[in-house]
T-cell receptor, first 118, second 118 residues
Framework: DQQVKQNSPSLSVQEGRISILNCDYTNSMFDYFLWYKKYPAEGPTFLISISSIKDKNEDGRFTVFLNKSAKHLSLHIVPSQPGDSAVYFC?????????????????FGQGTTLQVKP | DVKVTQSSRYLVKRTGEKVFLECVQDMDHENMFWYRQDPGLGLRLIYFSYDVKMKEKGDIPEGYSVSREKKERFSLILESASTNQTSMYLCASAPLDRVRTFSNQPQHFGDGTRLSIL
């Protein structure tokens, strides 16, 4: 059962326009949601996150929106640049106590390949 | 900057072999993780460790084991390699949240090992 889903395998936008990547989830126990970006032959790199108690988080050109009632989040990139072309993974985490601290398992979506055309 | 180093970028092994994938991080992180990435499935957690000698199963632990004898090193072991274990394997590390604020601590990934089982 896929707890985190990215239903669009690919997205193509023009440089300078907005890119909107979508993600749906099923588990209401998730505490945080994260977006990672992955270039070919590299590991994923952390982009932005949002706590489940927030509905928006912004960092420069990147904004993540969370709609808890719809169990939906989205990543907005404005303006899009050719260097943003990559695979974007949505991920969610339910934080628990392990040993002397807290951590959790990241549950990833399938990924969306973004292509930004010059 | 956090550095997560995976010992091999590419590896070719034969069915039935015992395979070791090594991962080292240099940031004194308590948590280390092993994922595999497959097309259309995103990243799936195999095992993680929140302390030396401690391990927790992820979503797909069958056919794998792990070893964490030192804090900086986390090894993934394929006990008897099979063709369905051909995949991209990614290691990650993250600090443990000790202050119990449930603050988000993003994972840092290595560049991956492309493993082919023939």
């Amino acid at each position: 059962d896929q707890q985190v889903k990215q239903n669009s395998p690919s997205l193509s936008v023009q440089e300078g326009r907005i890119s909107i990547l979508n993600c749906d989830y099923t588990n209401s126990m998730f505490d945080y949601f994260l977006w990672y970006k992955k270039y070919p032959a590299e590991g994923p790199t952390f982009l932005i996150s949002i706590s489940s108690i927030k509905d928006k988080n912004e960092d420069g050109r990147f904004t993540v929106f969370l709609n808890k009632s719809a169990k939906h989040l989205s990543l907005h990139i404005v303006p899009s640049q050719p260097g943003d072309s990559a695979v974007y993974f949505c991920a969610a985490i339910h934080v628990r106590n392990y040993g002397s601290g807290n951590t959790g398992k990241l549950i990833f979506g399938q990924g969306t390949t973004l292509q930004v055309k010059p | 900057d956090v550095k997560v180093t995976q010992s091999s970028r590419y590896l070719v092994k034969r069915t039935g072999e015992k395979v070791f994938l090594e991962c080292v991080q240099d940031m004194d992180h308590e948590n280390m993780f092993w994922y595999r990435q497959d097309p259309g499935l995103g990243l799936r957690l195999i095992y993680f460790s929140y302390d030396v000698k401690m391990k927790e199963k992820g979503d797909i632990p069958e056919g794998y084991s792990v070893s964490r004898e030192k804090k900086e090193r986390f090894s993934l072991i394929l006990e008897s390699a099979s063709t369905n274990q051909t995949s991209m394997y990614l290691c990650a590390s993250a600090p443990l949240d000790r202050v119990r604020t449930f603050s988000n601590q993003p994972q840092h990934f290595g560049d991956g090992t492309r493993l082919s089982i023939l």
